[in-house]
């Protein structure tokens, strides 16, 4: 049963690679957009008003189908609230490396 989950949850991902939220994550994590995951956090909070108003909807007579979309803002606002700390942590090692090589460098030299 696991190896079903797991194989389907691949698949599932390789299928999703390519929607725009997760290109936007995906920026933020090279080298040159770590500087950008503190402000990609703010996505969120429209994603979050999204998935109310489409909660609300349900609850007020709306279509079923609503509920996925609901699962779909509160994902993505979950991915976009935690790739700022990530970032910052990233971006903090990604420096300290650069720092260590640039230190190097001058002392080879």
């Known amino acids: 049963m696991f190896?079903?989950?797991w194989g389907v949850s691949v698949r599932?991902?390789?299928?999703?690679?390519?929607a725009p939220t997760n290109l936007l994550v995906?920026?933020?994590f090279t080298r040159r957009g770590?500087?950008?995951g503190v402000p990609t956090m703010f996505i969120a909070v429209p994603l979050l008003l999204a998935a109310a108003a489409c909660s609300s909807g349900i609850?007020?007579?709306g279509p079923g189908w609503?509920?996925?979309?609901?699962?779909?803002?509160?994902?993505d606002a979950l991915k976009f609230t935690f790739a700022g700390p990530v970032s910052i942590v990233l971006l903090i090692q990604a420096r300290r490396q650069e720092t260590r090589?640039?230190?190097r460098a001058v002392a080879g030299s």
């Open 101 to 103: 090589a640039r230190r």
């Open 59 to 61: 609850h007020d007579g």
């Open 3 to 5: 190896r079903l989950i």
């Open 34 to 36: 770590l500087k950008w």
């Open 12 to 18: 599932v991902h390789y299928l999703l690679r390519w």
């Open 66 to 75: 609503l509920s996925l979309l609901v699962a779909l803002f509160i994902w």
């Open 26 to 28: 995906e920026s933020v």
